[in-house]
């Protein structure tokens, strides 16, 4: 059962990790052996998602993600496998794969509910709205900052409010809308006064990047020397941007030799913390000093550095981009075989609950039917179970047919999953039941009549979905009371028949 007092130690780890990450690792270990002594396996598996996070932010990608989908292969927690997307999505993002990346994280915040913990909420529309805006290719999508910063407001916490707001000045910066990100970068740095909160390395450098090209360059120097020096990270690469934008400020200023100094020790600390795009960036601005210098042969030298560093940065982004591929086949084919009956080749028990799980989070209609063959065991016992196997095999195909998911639940028991009201679900199924009752069933066996009973319910909104599964069954069995062949619906027990 998952335990408030934990739950509540889970949501400061997603709002440390825009914070500072000083400590954060080895609360989440504590956090997952009092989670496990306790039997709290959800906030045990998001612990271990705020470590998959970690490690995407400090350029441990494949780590992380294979962490998320190992959670999504075991975990049916709703709450779990919506957080699994958050960490895929962010992982793919900075490997160059943004459309993969925006569909896992709008899946995301799809699969949240009304009265889920604020902070996962809002950290997850965090990381949408960034997507979504990211590379500054199109105008600037404010709806998803919007969106995202008005969860941030409602968790309490202003540091995924400072941290939403960083990332839209961010976004406004690179699509040139510099308006714009003037006035995040202001609202950025008012919320953090008077909340009484540090800016992180990556917020400060933004405030400097924005301050620098709206014409403050000394106060840009300023913020981004202070961020250097004390500013908490939450990225391994925070520190190295930051020496990008102070190297920046220093060659405007006519500091050449500054520059380069500083450049160097970027691409030094670049080479430490294994961040290949900031030693890339720092070569191709050291090309550009000594460029600006005279230096044209130092240049060259540099921007062939450059290029090479580029081309090794792609190669290994394609690596683990094949890796993330061959690994996700891998993936698939183990929930295959987990997920999957192997005689009727319809998802099983489990995969049942995760496409219930998937209907829901939609936010759409969902109704319910169980199928039930009538007199089964007649068909075992007057012909044999190689024919009851083939009856089985031959209606998994029918039910595959009907618009939905299907699965087996045991025995000749079926259920249907319908993103569909109760009248559409009920119209269905009448279909499937005459469709039944009609197929060339002589065929498996001279003789042979198959036919089912059905009971059909929609979900309605909020309700627990093991009593809308208790009243498919009621259903189910009133069908059977009433002769079988049929398909009842909860509207005042009403049988569709054949």
């Given amino acids: 059962m998952p335990s408030p007092s934990l739950g509540n130690l889970v949501e400061q780890l997603v709002v440390d990790t825009y914070a500072s990450h000083a400590g954060l690792a080895d609360r989440a270990r504590a956090l997952i052996t009092a989670a496990e002594q306790a039997g709290d396996r959800r906030s045990a598996d998001l612990a271990r998602l705020i470590q998959a996070e970690l490690d995407n932010r400090n350029g441990r990608v494949p780590e992380a993600v294979q962490t998320a989908r190992t959670l999504l292969g075991t975990s049916n927690d709703r709450l779990v496998r919506a957080k699994a997307h958050a960490i895929i999505a962010g992982g793919v993002w900075r490997i160059g794969d943004s459309a993969t990346a925006v569909g896992h994280s709008l899946r995301s915040v799809r699969m949240l509910q009304p009265g889920d913990p604020a902070t996962i909420r809002a950290d997850h529309a965090i990381i949408l709205a960034v997507l979504v805006n990211d590379q500054g290719l199109h105008e600037l999508e404010t709806a998803e900052f919007a969106a995202a910063q008005r969860e941030a407001e409602a968790s309490g916490f202003p540091e995924l409010e400072i941290a939403n707001l960083n990332n839209w000045a961010w976004c406004a910066y690179q699509s040139g809308d510099l308006d714009a990100a003037a006035v995040m970068v202001e609202r950025m740095r008012s919320r953090a006064e008077t909340a009484g909160r540090q800016l992180n390395c990556s917020c400060a450098d933004t405030v400097a990047r924005v301050l620098l090209e709206t014409g403050r360059p000394e106060e840009a120097g300023t913020v981004v020397l202070d961020a250097i020096a004390n500013a908490p990270a939450t990225d391994s690469d925070a520190v190295p941007a930051a020496l990008l934008t102070l190297a920046e400020i220093e060659r405007r200023r006519g500091d050449a030799d500054g520059a380069v100094r500083t450049l160097l020790r970027c ?15 720092a070569l191709r601005a050291l090309a550009a000093c000594h460029a600006g210098a005279g230096d044209f042969e130092t240049a060259y ?41 192997p005689l009727t080749g319809l998802g099983n028990r489990r995969r049942c609950e995760i496409e219930l799980t998937a209907a829901l989070a939609d936010g759409g209609p969902v109704s319910v039917a169980l199928v039930d063959l009538d007199h089964f065991k007649q068909v075992n016992d007057t012909y044999s179970h190689a024919t009851g196997d083939e009856v089985l095999r031959r209606l998994a195909s029918l039910l595959d047919a009907v618009p939905g998911f299907a699965g087996r639940l045991g025995g000749e028991e079926f259920l249907l999953v319908l ?4 009248t559409e679900a009920a119209s269905h199924c009448a279909t499937l039941c005459a469709g039944i009752e009609g197929h060339d069933w002589p065929a498996v066996a001279a003789g042979l009549k198959v036919t089912t009973s059905i009971g059909v319910t929609e979900i309605r909104p909020g309700e627990d979905r093991k009593d809308a599964l208790m009243r498919a069954d009621d259903l189910l069995y009133a069908a059977k009371r009433s002769g079988r062949n049929q398909v009842k619906t909860d509207q005042n027990h009403s049988a569709v028949r054949t």
Avoid at 419 to 422: F, H, I, L, Q
């Fill in 301 to 341: 030298r540099r921007m062939c550095e450059f290029h090479e560093a580029w081309e090794a940065l792609r190669t290994r982004q394609s690596a683990v981009a094949a890796k993330f591929a061959h690994a996700q086949f891998a993936v698939e084919q183990a929930w295959d075989v987990a997920e999957r009956d």
């Fill in 419 to 422: 993103r569909a009201g109760a």
């Fill in 267 to 281: 691409r030094e600390l670049a080479a430490e913390r294994d961040r290949p795009e900031s030693e890339a960036e």
